[in-house]
Structures are given as C-alpha cells and as structure tokens.
C-alpha cells in the first residue's frame, strides 16, 4: 500500500531519517556542516522553512514547513540524496545509507508545534548523545536561546514560540524552561509511535485532515495533463509513435516519473500510481540517474533544461538526443 504523504502548502512536519543497522549517517564533525549546508540551500531558494533540527550520529531529525507548491518530498529527496553521493565520494561506501525513506508526520500548527520542536531538541540527551541537550552544536538549540549566535541554518521560531504566553522574551524563557523540564512521558510515548503519514493534532484537525482530499494525495488534473505532455515528448525524443514495450518501456516510463517529481509537478507516490510505477521502481531510477550524473556533468542540467520547455498544448520545444534514458 502507498504511503500516505501530507503535501499542501502551509503544511508543518516533523520528519526523521535513520541509518542502516550497525551504520553511522555522520562519521565525522564535517559531515554534519555538510548536511547542514544541503538543508540550508533549500531554504536559500524558498522550497522549505526549518522550525527545528537535530543531527545525531545516526539519525536526522527536522520540523519543517512547506511554504509553497513546490512539494516538500521533492525537498526531502534533494537533500537525502546529495548527502548519500557526498557520503559516498568522501568514505567510499557503497549500498544504503538510511534506512528506507525517510518518515513524516502531519503536526497541527500551535501547542502540537512547540511539542515536536521541544521533542527534536530534546534528542540529544533523550538518546544519550550529549549529557544535555542545550548547546548541542548540531540542532536549532541556538536559534531559541537567542544569545545571538549564527547557526548554519535559518530557523524560523515565531511559529513555534507563539504557543507561549507573554512577549518575545517571556516566550522565549518559557520555550527554555519546557525544554529543561522535558516533556512529559505519555507526550514522548504519543510522539515516538507516531508512524509515517500519522497526524498529530486535535481531534477536529484530524478529522479535517484525514477527510479531505489529501488524504488520497490526488494529482490536480492540470499536473496530470503536464505529466501526460512528458510522456509524449520522451516518445518524441525517441522518434516513437507507439509506446514501446518491455524494458525500454519500463525505462521510459521511470524517467518520465522522475521528470515529474524533479520538477515538482508530483510527488513520487503520486506520479508513480499516474505511470504505473511502483515506489522502487521509481527509487532505482532516480538512483541510476543520480549516479551517472554524479559522473557527467552537465547531463542533468540540459535534461531538465529541455523538460523545462514544455508549452501548453504544444508539447515539448526542441529535441535532446536519446543518451538521457533511464
């Protein structure tokens, strides 16, 4: 069964990704500056708001918000991916990194907020990684304490804050004394079982949620029309009239999902069920293609530059040489 993932803009929440068994995501000090420098280039370009983060060893754990259209899985599979290919030019490694995609819960804006944000700073001491989790170098302690110090990543308190009574300075101690006390074992315990694609929130919030539309993750039909123009334009490029059949069919049809999803007109689960794709199929293409581009430079680039031009009603401008299959 597909995963359930909540993608809208406005959306908050609270993600997590670990390591393989008996594997460290960070190995050394510049590692975690290197995730941190990913995760900071999507908030340079507007796709992400981070609200808290955490980094330990084996294990990445972040609160962001998806400010606008451009889906945050897409964010997600941006930045997992360029650290998996800078852990691997760096240590040599080969195979997974994390273990399976990351998860991701839907978290209700207010006191659900402040309660995932005191969660993920918290981590640090709750794992044993640190003996305390204030001044931990590698999540957003510094962003609340507000002693003026510059992290590596612009975190976004405001939202996060509000859930406290009083001004900004009140707000922020109590933010502080909530992180000190910890919060309490049956809120860890609710927190800790929630599964990927789980809401956290109020009754009422969940009912909203849980009934609308998105729970299906739907692909507006205008997207759906961008996906079909995609297709054509890769028969195109190949000088097809008919769709082919067996593996090139299969290869073609990956690389016109992983079009999709590059430029955020749908989310895996949503172009792959658009496709016929099932989610490995479309994780092992992106990896192929991941990996050879790694090694050409400039592929990527004319490939999504050319999926770019796409006119509405026209299909796709200009012609790109048939190298770029998947």
């Known amino acids: ?7 809208f803009a406005g959306a908050f929440l609270y993600v997590a990704a670990r390591a393989t068994r008996d594997n460290l995501v960070f190995r050394e000090r510049e590692d975690y500056g290197v995730y941190l420098r990913f995760l900071r280039r999507g908030v340079e370009n507007g796709s992400v708001r981070v609200h808290a983060y955490c980094l330990l060893p084996d294990e990445v754990h972040l609160l962001l918000e998806q400010p606008g259209e451009y889906l945050l899985s897409r964010s997600m599979q941006r930045l997992q991916t360029s650290f998996i290919l800078y852990s691997r030019r760096t240590y040599g490694t080969n195979g997974s990194l994390f273990r399976g995609r990351y998860g991701a819960v839907l978290v209700e804006p ?3 907020l ?20 204030a001044g931990y170098p590698w999540s957003a302690y510094e962003a609340y304490a507000g002693r003026g110090i510059q992290g590596p990543v612009k975190v976004v308190t405001d939202r996060v804050l509000s859930a406290f009574a009083g001004g900004p300075e009140e707000k922020k101690r109590a933010f502080l004394a909530a992180l000190e006390k ?12 929630a599964r990927d694609g789980a809401v956290l929130g109020s009754p009422g919030f969940q009912q909203a ?21 995609i297709w054509s334009a890769l028969l195109q490029r190949e000088g097809l009239e008919e769709p082919p059949h067996g593996h090139r069919r299969s290869g073609l049809l990956a690389e016109a999902a992983y079009l999709a999803v590059e430029l955020g007109l749908a989310s895996q689960s949503q172009a792959g069920r658009h496709f016929g794709l099932t989610q490995s199929a479309i994780s092992r293409a992106v990896s192929r293609l991941e990996m050879k581009w790694s090694l050409e430079p400039g592929a990527k680039a004319r490939l999504l530059d050319w999926a770019r031009r796409i006119e509405p009603g026209k299909g796709m401008v200009g012609r790109l040489g048939s190298s770029n299959q998947a």
Do not use: H, N, W
């Open 182 to 193: 910890g919060l309490p074992e049956e809120r860890l315990r609710q927190i800790r079982l």
């Open 1 to 7: 069964m597909a995963r359930r993932r909540f993608q």
């Open 114 to 133: 402040a309660d995932l944000a005191l969660y993920v700073l918290s981590l640090p001491a709750l794992s044993g990684t640190a003996r305390q989790s």
């Open 209 to 229: 949620v849980l009934g609308s539309a998105m729970d299906a993750d739907p692909l507006p039909s205008p997207f759906g029309r961008s996906l079909d123009k």
């Open 110 to 112: 207010g006191c659900d």
